[in-house]
């Protein structure tokens, strides 16, 4: 009599799951239900969107906003919206669909009267919009393939880029190699230097990159990588002035190619404390003579799991092209004054927050990011820029 | 003397790369701020700026130019 109550307990047992599983085929439990349904509907990962404005001050010799023989006033201002929408396709494609705005006010193509204005005739405004689409397919574990392509208008400008990319990574992952190939081809008007236009031109920019990447230890990462962009074409905006001995002002006068060469060291380094460094230096040549040194450090500290403060300095050191001058004979078969291209040093120092929070309802968390940089060069060039950053991960 | 040191220290960190290790060890690098590269919008926002301020755009495998015609 005693063996009853568990010989009953034993079926019971037995028979509730099979009851629950077995007479219902929809109820067997599957891996897509633990994995998820591999489906190729659209599903939106991540929506991002970052406004940043910028407040510049300075002087240049290609300005036309002052003396004849200048230098004249680089003052501008831009504000920079940008969003940018993840979207994914199953487990193995990945669309990022981005799209960065800049409305710009700019001393030097607003000094005319009336507005004869390189960037916008319409308006004391410019507004410039892109529209890039990257397509990413991952074909294992370790492999993936991606193709962009993407749309520049300006009101005098139209750009249209489109590249390929290849990503592998090696020895369980310790190692990534990484390759790229992109075009761009741009189509502008061309512009006396009175700022009346002169038809339309052309020019095209054609880059390559190999990069690697390293797992050096459970809290180092390493990256080298390689780049180089060939431009042909009309290779200035063709609105900037030269001085001239004559007393005058002239055009730009550059060479119709240019090759660029970068290289790039890159370490990542995680601190005891709960903080991060990261420093990243490059070096770029090219045969217009320029040669620059880049170096860059930020220092990152955690405050609380989903908060952490960082701050950078950026130093930038330049020699210019042998045909940088700010009085340029008038038979000079090359001349440019534009002090972009002069030999300058320039420094950043910024600050940023980065915090991510929880929130109730579709998305699982909320990323946001506050951001301050300082730019300044010894040749008078000065800019503030704010930035912020709010982002939606699904 | 100084360049000697330079080679055994990249000679350290080559030794010390060929080691493998192992993806339960590398929680601290998934961190963010840890990632080599910035957010993208971020990226874009850095990269336009020093392109069009310097004359040493380019060259890294990132689009140069395309825009303001200053490059």
């Known amino acids: 009599m005693r063996a009853w109550p568990f010989f009953v307990l034993v079926l019971v047992a037995y028979v509730a799951p099979s009851r629950a599983f077995g007479d219902d085929p929809s109820s067997v439990i599957v891996d897509s239900d633990v994995l998820g349904h591999d489906t190729m509907r659209p599903q939106v990962a991540t929506v991002t969107t970052r406004l940043s404005a910028y407040s510049q001050y300075g002087t240049g010799y290609q300005s036309k906003s002052g003396p004849l023989l200048g230098p004249g006033s680089e003052r501008l201002t831009v504000l920079q919206p940008q969003a940018e929408v993840v979207i994914t396709q199953g487990n193995r494609l990945t669309h990022r669909i981005w799209i960065p705005i800049d409305i710009i006010t700019a001393a030097s193509p607003n000094s005319w009267q009336p507005a004869v204005d390189v960037m916008s005739g319409a308006s004391r405004k410019t507004e410039a919009g892109s529209l890039q689409w990257t397509t990413t397919y991952k074909a294992d574990a370790s492999s993936q393939v991606s193709a962009t392509q993407g749309l520049h208008l300006e009101n005098p400008f139209r750009s249209w880029n489109a590249g390929l990319g290849v990503q592998h990574a090696f020895a369980d992952q310790n190692t990534v190699f990484s390759a790229g190939f992109a075009g761009i081809l741009d189509w502008f008007d061309r512009f006396y230097v009175t700022g009346a236009r002169n038809g339309r031109t052309q020019r095209s920019s054609t880059m390559g990159s190999v990069g690697l990447t390293q797992v050096l230890t459970p809290t180092t990462i390493v990256n080298v990588n390689y780049g180089l962009t060939v431009q042909v074409g009309e290779l200035g905006n063709t609105w900037n002035a030269v001085p001239l001995a004559s007393g005058e002002r002239g055009p730009e006068l550059l060479p119709s190619e240019r090759i660029r060469h970068a290289m790039v060291g890159r370490m990542a380094q995680f601190l005891p404390w709960n903080g991060a460094v990261r420093l990243h230096y490059r070096l770029y040549a090219d045969d217009w003579g320029i040669l620059a040194h880049s170096i860059e450090g930020r220092l990152m500290q955690r405050l609380t799991p989903r908060l952490y403060i960082g701050a950078l300095y950026r130093f930038h050191t330049q020699t210019g092209p042998s045909f940088f001058t700010t009085r340029a004979p008038v038979d000079a078969p090359l001349r440019v004054a534009d002090s972009d291209l002069a030999p300058l040093d320039s420094h950043t120092i910024g600050a940023k927050l980065v915090g991510d929070a929880r929130v109730n309802g579709m998305a699982q968390s909320l990323h946001y990011e506050v951001g301050y940089d300082r730019y300044f060069r010894t040749n008078d060039l000065r800019m503030d820029i704010v930035t912020c950053s709010i982002g939606l991960r699904f | ?71």
């Open chain 2, 1 to 71: 003397m100084k360049s000697r040191l330079a080679l055994l220290i990249l000679l350290a960190f080559a030794v010390e790369g060929c080691a493998a290790v192992p993806q339960n060890r590398r929680a601290r690098l998934a961190d963010p701020m840890m990632s080599l590269d910035d957010e993208p919008l971020e990226a874009h926002r850095r990269q336009k700026l020093y392109d069009s301020r310097e004359g040493a755009a380019g060259g890294d495998g990132m689009a140069s130019g395309g825009g303001c015609g200053c490059q």
